[in-house]
Nanobody
Framework: QVPLVESGGGLVQTGDSLRLSCLAS????????MGWFRQAPGKERDFVAR????????AYLDSVKGRFTISRDNAKNTVWLQMNSLKPEDTAVYYC???????????????WGQGTQVTVSS
């Protein structure tokens, strides 16, 4: 069974907000760093945000600092990405991922969701 499932994407206008959700639908044993990544057409998949198991540490792509917030509730097996003040350059497919290292590289994340489309019109 696919362990991670994203939802919450959609079509919005510049300045609007969206909240993405990532539900662990498979086994949830162990501790994981959870990350959000995005991939725009014709571009590589880029790091957006990550959060440690405890939820005490977070890290963000510079261009989303102050606008995006990652959070998690382990009791609900859920991770969120709150996106405010959205810009057209935020348009991409957004993926959640789980890994065992405090890193931002995609290769270090072992489990991935199917992605959810976020489109921001100007």
């Amino acid at each position: 069974q696919v362990p991670l499932v994203e939802s919450g994407g959609g079509l919005v206008q510049t300045g609007d907000s969206l909240r993405l959700s990532c539900l662990a639908s498979g086994r949830t044993d162990g501790t994981y760093v959870m990350g959000w990544f995005r991939q725009a057409p014709g571009k590589e998949r880029d790091f957006v945000a990550r959060i440690n198991w405890r939820g005490s540490n977070t890290a963000y792509l510079d261009s989303v600092k102050g606008r995006f917030t990652i959070s998690r509730d382990n009791a609900k097996n859920t991770v969120w990405l709150q996106m405010n003040s959205l810009k057209p350059e935020d348009t991409a497919v957004y993926y959640c991922a789980a890994g065992r290292r405090w890193v931002r590289t995609t290769a270090e994340y072992n489990y991935w969701g199917q992605g959810t489309q976020v489109t921001v019109s100007s």
